[in-house]
């Protein structure tokens, strides 16, 4: 009887708790999905991703309208996305250990660990990583302190970094 004619999801994390229920669901609506990371599938009309990093399979069912950029999901048989830009499929799936933590509640819930594939940490539009904690620039921040600790470390020593959520 209701429908929305867009839905737009910026800067946050979306978790499908059933493997059977796709974690976003549209038959109409256009769905935007900003610097967003999603545990479970994505069924929708019409899907414009910037920055998403999606945990499950995506069908777009109007893929010609829409885009997918800079974006990485699973490269399922199953899939069906909208025109690609820079945006990366990783096979079989988006690995679980790419994740500090999957569980809700965790102080690393849904960052990206160091395990994590190099598309997935360096493939945002700002070359940080893909997903809900874009605009930490984490990546670059950590790069940008090993250059200056291995510019001003004494010779000889060696530095350890040590990750705390």
């Known amino acids: 009887p209701c429908s929305a004619r867009e839905i737009a999801i910026c800067d946050s994390i979306v978790h499908s708790l059933d493997p059977d229920v796709p974690a976003i669901s549209s038959r109409i609506a256009a769905v935007e999905l900003h610097r967003v990371t999603v545990f479970g599938d994505v069924v929708v009309n019409r899907l414009y991703a910037s920055e998403a990093l999606i945990q499950g399979t995506v069908r777009v069912t109007d893929n010609q309208t829409g885009c997918f950029r800079f974006s990485a999901t699973d490269a399922h048989p199953d899939r069906r996305l909208p025109p690609q830009f820079e945006s990366h499929l990783l096979a079989p799936t988006i690995p679980n250990h790419a994740f500090t933590s999957r569980r809700f509640g965790d102080p690393g819930y849904?960052?990206?660990?160091?395990?994590?594939?190099?598309?997935?940490?360096?493939?945002?539009?700002?070359?940080?990583?893909?997903?809900?904690?874009n605009r930490r620039l984490l990546p670059i921040r950590q790069a940008d302190l090993a250059n200056k600790v291995a510019e001003y470390l004494p010779f000889g020593l060696i530095a350890q970094f040590i990750r705390e959520t």
């Open 110 to 133: 849904a960052q990206l660990g160091p395990t994590a594939p190099i598309e997935i940490l360096r493939g945002g539009e700002n070359r940080s990583e893909i997903g809900a904690f």
